[in-house]
């Protein structure tokens, strides 16, 4: 009978479920490593990103180590080639969420999904300490108006957050919350009073649910003061062009200069009163 099919054979495409692409210029790498793990224990080959004790510690294998002794060395073999495949493909799925830039660094002849597993962490994970005051600096320098909106904001902290955890910080999440609050504008400063007061302290996702809330009916407000002015603007130029004409034809009268039609009629009364004031003498 012939054995069962893997679940990891049954993946066609990686980024299906790990849509993020790891890149050296970006600190993705917890929430990329996250999505590597969870997705190698859902199709059981987590144990490939582990060492590898012995030939018997394997996803493709599930009998007890009594039994793997009594093997023969063709079934040995073949259980070493379906673990060298696994491992195969193992490693295929780290070389496709990766950028190019990171697979070109890591990749090695002959090498195990472990050991690339082990060089990516280390690219990201060595020097802490170093590494650990850079972020903090980022960490505590951040502020609200460095950003679009209050979403990438508060999404901004708690990646910072996440790698301080990754690097051994023991920053709490009340401290993530009050940061958050200290970098708001002065539009927030009400908000941030009211969160700072309650107690205990609203977790992160609670923080940032409230704040977006907040932002959200500051952005309607906004929109509906700037149609109330255009309204106004707009009823005030048509009452202007709505006037009587009489009144129009009394601006323009007072704001044009005499024609030649007015001192014509003037001209005129001069020399009809002349003639007849001689005669009348």
């Not at 590898?52 to 294998?61: D, I, M, P």
């Not at 990516?120 to 170093?130: C, E, P, S, T």
């Not at 409230?210 to 603007?233: M, N």
């Not at 009489?246 to 007072?254: G, I, L, M, T, V």
Request: aromatic letters at 8%; charged letters at 20%; a neutral charge.
């Amino acid at each position: 009978m012939s054995s069962p099919i893997h679940p990891a054979v049954t993946i066609n495409n990686i980024k299906n479920s790990i849509p993020l692409i790891l890149d050296s210029q970006t600190e993705h790498y917890n929430t990329w490593a996250e999505l590597f793990v969870l997705h190698c224990k859902a199709y059981d080959v987590f144990d490939h990103l582990q060492p590898r004790e012995s030939t018997t510690s394997s996803s493709t294998s599930k009998d007890s180590s009594d039994k793997d002794k009594n093997k023969t060395p063709a079934a040995k073999q073949t259980y070493l080639e379906s673990w060298e495949r696994i491992d195969s493909i193992v490693l295929q799925w780290i070389y496709g969420t990766i950028s190019q830039d990171l697979m070109h660094t890591i990749m090695i002849t002959n090498t195990t999904a472990y050991d690339a597993w082990c060089r990516l962490k280390n690219l990201f994970l060595d020097n802490q300490a170093a590494r650990t005051i850079t972020i903090q600096n980022k960490f505590f320098n951040t502020r609200l108006d460095q950003f679009p909106n209050m979403t990438e904001y508060c999404q901004n902290m708690k990646l910072l957050h996440d790698q301080l955890i990754s690097l051994g910080s023991t920053i709490s999440e009340n401290q993530l919350v009050l940061h958050i609050l200290t970098g708001l504008t002065d539009q927030y400063e009400n908000i941030s009073l009211i969160l700072q007061q309650t107690q205990p302290l609203p977790d992160f996702y609670n923080t940032r649910s409230r704040l977006c809330q907040v932002e959200e009916r500051k952005i309607a407000q906004a929109k509906v003061s700037a149609q109330t002015a255009g309204t106004a603007l707009h009823t005030t130029t048509e009452s202007t062009s709505r006037q009587p004409p009489e009144n129009q034809a009394y601006h323009r009268s007072d704001n044009t200069a005499p024609t030649d039609q007015g001192c014509g009629r003037g001209r005129g009364r001069g020399r009809g009163h002349g003639p007849s004031s001689s005669s009348r003498g």
